[in-house]
């Protein structure tokens, strides 16, 4: 996806990484009203690169814009509690999110429809912990965060 966007701009250019940058810039500056450097900073669009920088905050307002905007086919890109992915079986209840994890990191974001059949758009981002077995997991903590929005919203 990363590459591809600043294909979609010109498709005869060669979509390196700092023309990638130029046009997620114009992109996220447009519609989510984000300026980089100082919302945000994108340096390569690995989703494992401790230099790309953002909050959770922003994540939801990203992930809100296009629900609006997409409705439900958004749901397609998410990994899901009910398929195969880094949320199955996770939760007894339906999640769609993103993860992502780097030593000491860890992160979920994406949307929830509560047992009251209310969507919830979600971000948690936990950082500078020492994992230890289960007595730590950032997983559980996020897990019992969902629980809780499940259940009471």
């Not at 919302?39 to 390569?44: A, F, H």
């Not at 989703?47 to 749901?75: C, M, R």
Request: aromatic share 14%.
């Amino acid at each position: 996806i990363f590459r591809t966007l600043a294909l979609m701009d010109n498709p005869e250019e060669v979509s390196t990484i700092a023309r990638v940058i130029a046009s997620l810039e114009e992109v996220i500056d447009t519609t989510l009203g984000l300026k980089w450097g100082k919302d945000y900073i994108l340096v390569d669009g690995c989703g494992l690169s401790e230099y790309n920088l953002t909050t959770p905050a922003h994540l939801v307002k990203a992930i809100s814009y296009l629900y609006q905007k997409y409705d439900f086919k958004i749901l397609d890109y998410f990994a899901s509690t009910k398929e195969s992915g880094t949320l199955r079986e996770r939760l007894p209840f339906q999640v769609w999110g993103k993860t992502g994890t780097l030593s000491s990191a860890s992160a979920l974001a994406g949307l929830l429809e509560t047992k009251n059949k209310r969507w919830v758009v979600f971000c948690f981002m936990e950082n500078n912990f020492i994992f230890i077995e289960e007595e730590n997991d950032p997983k559980i903590f996020e897990n019992r965060i969902l629980k809780y929005l499940y259940e009471n919203l």
